[in-house]
């Protein structure tokens, strides 16, 4: 990057300090600021600043302030029984956000890339697949409502204000960090507790046959970055490995890396209605723009995650 202060919404998750760690591989000399309502678990070069989406005047005050050149707008929220709370935090969090970028245009000009979701697309026809970025959208969850209303946002302020906004749509990130409220992460913390011997040897599944594109949050991150520099202002591009498995293949993968035997136990409680049952990601478009390609595999990217629980694990002793 040709200027140095970057702002990181969402620091303190999952995508949000994997980006920090890239950001300060690539170009130690960043100046880096995290914004989250959490403090960050993590060391490393940049500051700090704890703050909610939700306080107006307090955004405002922080982009005059940093100043930043570049802004990944990473925070939000994934999982919620309060259907109200994805509009909060997703919408008029992304509201807030820009609205405090296009008062403060008269001294800085930032790059902002906004985070969708595959969730936008929603049900998808056979024949629309692999899934292109001008696929109709059609979400079947609040959460994939509101980050269709997050997308187009990034859009509106495009075209309205002519901010320098780029949309990205990532698909199912997996790697180490990830928390058990995801498919892989919610195996691999099953697994690790039945090596460990805290839960009985049989892993509690849901429905095994929904194939989804699963990307590694390590790959996810540095097409990030590739966009900020060389993607198109007003644009959406896909962010997926292009592949799809189901989440048996998933399971067997990591069964495969177990060092016990495990047996496998379907629960009712973790099959849901909603579920899509086939998702790949079209992504021509982001690697004609950037060159950019997928790189770890999923082979890797589960073993890594297996490794993170079971050292989350022997932390936590």
């Keep these: 990057m040709n200027t140095r202060r970057v702002l990181i919404t969402g620091i303190a998750g999952f995508t949000g300090s994997c980006l920090f760690k890239y950001l300060q ?5 960043l100046t880096i ?19 909610d989406l939700l306080d107006c ?57 906004t985070v969708g979701s595959s969730a936008e697309y929603g049900i998808v026809n056979e024949y629309e697949l692999p899934i292109s970025e001008g696929n109709p959208l059609r979400p079947i969850t609040h959460y994939g409502v509101s980050k269709v209303a997050q997308d187009l ?6 075209k309205a204000y002519g901010l320098k906004v780029i949309r990205v749509r990532p698909f199912n990130l997996i790697g180490p ?18 090596e460990k011997g805290a839960r009985k040897k049989k892993i509690l599944v849901g429905n095994l046959e929904p194939e989804r594109d699963f990307i590694d949050v390590r790959d996810v991150v540095r097409a990030y970055f590739q966009l900020m520099t060389a993607g198109k202002d007003g644009e959406v591009y896909n962010i997926g ?48 723009k950037t060159g950019w390609i997928p790189q770890i595999p999923l082979e890797t990217s589960l073993r890594d995650t297996l490794l993170s629980f079971k050292a989350m694990h022997d932390n936590a002793r």
């Design 25 to 29: 591989e690539v170009d130690p000399g």
């Design 33 to 51: 600021f995290g914004i989250d309502k959490n403090a960050p678990l993590y060391s490393g070069n940049y500051e700090f600043i704890q703050i």
């Design 57 to 113: 005047a307090g955004l405002l005050n922080l982009i005059r302030q940093v100043k930043p050149s570049y802004i990944f707008h990473l925070a939000g929220l994934n999982f919620s029984d309060d259907p109200k709370s994805f509009y909060d935090i997703n919408v008029m969090g992304t509201v807030n956000l820009l609205e405090a970028v296009r008062k403060t245009r008269d001294h800085i000009d930032p790059k902002v890339l």
């Design 153 to 158: 946002l990034g859009f509106h302020y495009f």
């Design 177 to 194: 960090g990830q928390s058990a409220d995801f498919v892989c992460g919610a195996l691999a913390r099953q697994i690790v507790e039945i």
């Design 241 to 288: 490995s292009g592949k799809c498995y189901s989440i048996r293949q998933v399971l067997e993968i990591l069964l495969r890396e177990a060092v016990v035997k495990i047996g496998i136990k379907q629960d009712k409680e973790r099959i849901r209605q909603s579920d899509i049952p086939k998702q790949v990601s079209n992504i021509d478009k982001i690697r004609s």
